[in-house]
């Protein structure tokens, strides 16, 4: 696991044990898991009785309520079932900010390992897909032992670079129904926030997760020239008179992006690389 | 203005220039930082924030540059004095018998028109007035110390550099070989400037030593001198006299000029005693062998010594020469008056007057690295006055003080709400 260190993530996955993570909705899965589940079913939790309808299995039938009331009732149960979860993490330039332990990217393999282990505690199948400069890393949604160490490993092996088009990722998220997207949003947002659209549409459950460095919150006074990482022929002179109004520029900004997600039916959380992973985890799975 | 380390007072330019130059080279290469919201940054800033970033460029390096140059300044210790605009020429004479009377001409075309100080040396020196230049006839001794001579005339120029604003150091000698010692290249390290030298022609040719004697054909004395140098008859030509005999009032006046010397070598008088071995000092030597005693006169410094101590044979001036008075005589039975050792005694009589040695002139090299400033400061010599301690502080002081307001301009202006 080259590139993160194993103390932090072992003090995290004890920090979050015991933690749930609730789907925003019913599921339609059919595997039994911890989610409500669309389907009522036999399971012994009673939800109601139901007179019974032409059609209806007969095994479904109380017998006991039809020998005392002559009448004959469905008995109807709460079903409950998995939730798969696929993290689909931003690995361009722009995430490798600032340079170091304190980065954008660290945070965001930190908070997706937190969350993997979460719902991997409830049996939910969790896999990932990271777009790269590269390629892309893709493990599909398995309950397997051992899946969070093999996400951890192979988060552990990225670089963040270039401008990897995440929306594209986005569509090849297969039969998960809980895409978590961990990102700066900054590229690609018109597409992203499509991608997004379409998934919500299709009745899956989209929770995006915006990263965003405490330097880029509050960059400091000194005057230099800044570059984007991603757009190299992007310059401009940060100074202490120009800082004021890339506050409120980015701050509307990101007021906006809040809105947008959540208006397509997204789960929208906001992390800053100064909260502690752990509690970052809390807030997220308790949105 | 003086300092007393100028090298310091250069450094500090120096360490100025360095931090212009390094300045200039960072703004040059300054980088972009990589920031991923630079997009929300506004375009219209950029104008307005170079503009104040230049200027508060400018403002932190004059001040790091006062604050280097102050400190430098501080270091340096600096002094001063009201100053005559007049050049002052000190003159370093050597007034020993190797240079003859052409250093008086030399010394007065040097000391033309201008303010001049004259310090005569041969084995000491001193200063004189340059009008008493003319009565000081040359020193007894043929041997010039030049470092007592750098001495006083490196002490009397360093005295004069407070008050004019130039000093001249002019050295008149021969300069040769035997006017240096271990010390003589320290002591003109002391003087920062070059030093003139006005090279004499040596007064003493003893490349050419003629002698003359005045005794029989064969006598052994002839036979001593023709080993030793070249004898002539003329002596016009000649530069040493051997006088067999009482000395003469025509051979006094000949030997009265031009350095010339003049050996009187009695043959030994009929009462006189042989030692049973004799032995003879000189600066040059010691020669064993059956010599015959003689009485001589007590005039003049003893030049040759008996092993026991007794004095056998003196030189005394005589005018611009000398006279030798032995008192020995070679046995004439054997061949010791032909001994190498006694052939190097002989040639000790004829060395010019008030020498031990011959005469040897300096190299070119030896003196052209007399004339050239040292390498290094000095540090006795040249030392100014002492710095006012108030200066000292004031100019430190300043120079924090420029330290603060660069740290205080360094320091980003408080947010405007």
């Known amino acids: 696991m080259s590139g993160l260190a194993m103390t932090p993530l072992s003090h995290l996955l004890d920090d979050v044990r015991g933690l749930r993570w609730p789907s925003r909705r019913r599921v339609s899965g059919a595997l039994p898991g911890v989610h409500d589940s669309r389907r009522r079913g036999m399971s012994p939790e009673l939800s109601e009785f139901r007179a019974y309808r032409q059609g209806d299995d007969p095994r479904q039938l109380d017998w006991k309520l039809l020998a005392r009331t002559d009448r004959a009732y469905v008995r109807l149960a709460e079903e409950r079932s998995i939730l798969p979860t696929i993290f689909v993490l931003d690995a361009s330039a722009s995430m490798d900010f600032p340079s170091g332990a304190k980065s954008k990217w660290t945070l965001a393999v930190t908070v997706t390992i937190g969350l993997a282990a979460v719902a991997h505690a409830s049996g939910d199948p969790v896999g990932l897909i990271v777009p790269t400069a590269s390629g892309e890393i893709l493990i599909p949604p398995r309950t397997r032992r051992g899946v969070v160490d093999e996400l951890a490993r192979a988060l552990g092996v990225v670089r963040p670079e270039g401008s990897p088009a995440l929306d594209d990722a986005m569509r090849r998220t297969g039969n998960a129904r809980r895409i978590v997207l961990v990102s700066d949003f900054l590229g690609r947002e018109p597409e992203l926030t499509g991608a997004a659209l379409a998934l919500a549409q299709q009745g899956r459950e989209v929770c995006a997760i915006h990263v965003v460095a405490e330097r880029e919150l509050d960059p400091g006074r000194d005057t230099r020239m800044v570059v984007d990482p991603e757009d190299p022929s992007l310059r401009r002179p940060l100074s202490r008179e120009s800082v004021v109004d890339y506050r409120a520029e980015f701050d509307a900004w990101r007021a906006a992006l809040a809105r947008a997600w959540r208006l397509r039916g997204a789960s929208f959380t906001e992390v800053v690389t100064s909260e502690p992973p752990a509690r970052l985890v809390r807030r997220i799975v308790s949105a | ?198 090279r004499l022609n040596a007064a003493l040719d003893t490349t050419r030593t003629e002698v003359a004697v005045d005794a029989a054909p064969g006598d052994q004395v002839m036979a001593m001198m023709q080993l030793a140098a070249a004898v002539t008859r003329d002596t016009a030509r000649a530069t040493v006299r051997v006088q067999r005999g009482p000395l003469l009032a025509a051979a006094s006046i000949w030997g009265r000029t031009g350095g010339r010397r003049i050996v009187v070598w009695p043959p030994p008088l009929p009462g006189s005693t042989t030692d049973s071995v004799g032995v003879l000092v000189s600066a040059t030597g010691t020669v064993a062998g059956y010599f015959r005693r003689s009485p001589i006169d007590s005039a003049g410094v003893p030049i040759i010594w008996w092993a026991d101590g007794t004095v056998a044979a003196r030189e005394r001036p005589n005018a611009d020469g000398c006279i030798r008075a032995l008192g020995f005589e070679p046995s004439a039975v054997g061949d010791g008056a032909l001994s190498l050792s006694m052939r190097t005694l002989v040639r000790r009589l004829l060395v010019p007057c008030g020498a031990e040695q011959a005469w040897v002139a300096a190299s070119d090299s030896t003196v052209a690295a007399l004339e050239r400033p040292p390498l290094a400061a000095p540090t006795i010599a040249t030392a100014a006055p002492a710095t006012p301690p108030w200066v000292t502080a004031l100019l430190i002081g300043l120079a924090l003080l420029a330290l603060l307001l660069e740290r205080q301009f360094r320091r980003p202006a408080p947010e405007q709400a």
């Open chain 2, 1 to 198: 203005m003086r300092f007393a380390s100028p090298v310091l007072l250069i450094a500090a330019g120096v360490a100025a220039a360095a931090v212009v130059v390094l300045h200039l080279l960072a703004r040059r290469q300054r980088h972009a930082e990589a920031f991923p919201t630079a997009r929300f940054v506004p375009r219209q800033a950029a104008a307005s924030a170079v503009r104040v970033e230049r200027l508060r460029d400018i403002r932190v390096l004059a001040a790091r540059g006062l604050a280097l140059l102050l400190a430098g300044v501080a270091a340096a210790r600096p002094s001063w004095q009201a100053t005559s605009g007049e050049t002052v020429r000190v003159i370093v004479v050597d007034r020993s018998r190797t240079t003859g009377a052409q250093r008086q001409a030399v010394v007065r075309s040097i000391a033309a028109g201008g303010i001049t100080r004259v310090v005569v040396f041969d084995s000491t020196a001193r200063e004189i007035d340059l009008a008493a230049l003319g009565r000081d006839t040359a020193g007894p001794s043929a041997r010039a110390n030049l470092s007592a001579g750098l001495v006083a005339g490196i002490r009397t120029a360093s005295t004069l550099r407070d008050r004019y604003a130039r000093v001249e150091l002019h050295l008149v000698s021969a300069v040769a070989i035997g006017a240096f010692d271990a010390g003589t290249s320290r002591i003109r390290d002391q003087w920062p400037d070059s030093i003139h030298v006005h």
